[in-house]
């Protein structure tokens, strides 16, 4: 009772300002009809000047109704050896036998069993393409490209199993059928040679250009989020599954900057017309966070200094031309501070995961940018800036999208969503974070003020669409759905039920979660009862009753929608007294009837935006 007296004004005036949003809101959505909003599609989450990295989003009703299936968990990946050949010309005149594709790659695949009684191995590949398709995707391959080995008791392979076939099933499924069973918590090596077909439409393992001199040049790059390094390499492709990355790029000699999430491990070694190139092993990470970079690109480099006091090497890689005019000495410089701050404020080592940094800038990317562990790749737009050419708004763009990204580095890499239902807390939280890595690069922004205009009035206006879902959308269960969950939803309110958190526990209650969230959960894959599990401490050690916090954070993630109340001043006997009214708020024209959220008189703590 006393807690509730203490927070009581508090929260009244926090209210306030939610009312004064929704009003703000109500205009602008009334300019709308209910049919353009009921089909609404937005492509990206702008806020402001910062536009990210969301999907197309549709109405549920229009999603492709087949699953997508999980894989079993009788079988896990734990360190992948690939060996990847880019057969790709180097401009228009080059005639490189096998062009535009991945002839002579192969993997190996270190797997631990998890069952008894095992007799296959599924996993992923894109192997059907429709007719003239421009996608990338792995050739079906024979029973006589797979082989299977057993590590013995002195980490020696042994042990050869005979494959009895390879079923190729839809929606990107692949399964090894064995001759016998594997044994329980034992490692096996799978091998699989494969060949692939770059793409050449932004998605998995692609093909880029641009125009130098006159005549068109090529690049080759990768976009593997969500579900699109199957197109690349067969792989166990879910976001909860981590492994280790050992990756060695064979390539044509003319080019001469190629990059991974790793380091090279000393120079090339040539093979003819062929250059080969080994890369450092990564930490374990969801597999969509490899990426690949093979063109004839130039770097500046910059010392950044970890909360240890080592220097790594902070890169930006983009074309000659732009680096020799200074673009890329803007991103540089933001990009230095921001990653610098963000890990001493977290206390988290970056150079004890990867020992370098890259952002690379290509010419065609299908989103803003990605946080690709040790190798960001961005749109060129989206991360050069030239002085006195580029407006105001460029520029704040361009440190948005880069303090976003940098925030992945640990809210999705050092910590990821387990399924893409609870994309929102790799998105959200690098959202919220952003607005913090842009102040301390740039002071005199005033972001703290930017956050409240552009993503809370950006989360007000989505989700009050008929077409909203909750945070944590447990219908994603298809490739539609999971493309579609990148929307503003994720993005915005996500971000801004974190800021609320944080104006209810103080900025240091609420860091202090945070950083307990990463340092628990460190290399790991959570789902968002992970992330109330360290709120919920915070709260007991701050006197809020137990299990307040996490009881109503669960209706704002689980639950699709917000709260319009009203408050009434000396209703009843005692004319101090503030009592509430609430309902669901929604665009004038809707009719939906949804749950409303959970929200009890007098426990105003934790449910305000």
Known sequence: MELRKRYCWAFGILFAGLLAGLIAVSILLARKTGEELDRAKLTTARHGPFTLHTR????????E????????????????????QIHLPYDEDDTLPDALTTRGSHVNITLRTAAQGVRNITFHARHEVKENSVSGYIKQFDKDAVSLLEFTGNGTLDGVFKIVSVDFLKVDIVVVHL???LLPDRDYKLRIQFEGVIGQNMQGLYRSQFVKDGKTRYLVTSQFEPIMARMAFPCFDEPGIRSRFSTTLKYPNRFTMTRTNGQAEGEAITDGLWLIQKYTTTPAMPVYLNAFLVSDFELTSVDAQDPSEEIYPFNVIARKEFIDRGDAAYALQQGKVMMEFLSREFNQSYIEHLPKLDMAAVP?????AMENWGLILYREA???YRPKVSTAEQKSGVAGIIAHELAHMLF???VTCSWWSNIWLNEGFATYLMYMLMGQANPSWNTKYLFSYWVIHDAFQHDSYLSTHPLYDPRVENNTLIDNSFDPIAYAKGASVLHMLKGVLGEIGFNRALKEYIRANKLGSVEHGDFLREVEIVALEMGFPAGTMSRYLRSWIEESGYPVLTLHRGSGTDPSEITYTQQLFQHPTSNDKRAKMILSPGQLYGTYT
Request: charged share 15%.
């Open 56 to 63: 197309a989003t549709l109405s549920p009703a229009s999603s």
């Open 65 to 84: 109704s087949a699953p997508i299936y999980r894989l079993p968990t009788t079988v896990q990946p734990r360190h992948y050896e690939l060996f990847l």
């Open 179 to 181: 001759d016998r069973a």
């Open 364 to 368: 065609d990317f299908n989103v803003g």
């Open 412 to 414: 999705g890499n050092v």
């Open 382 to 384: 989206r991360l050069l």
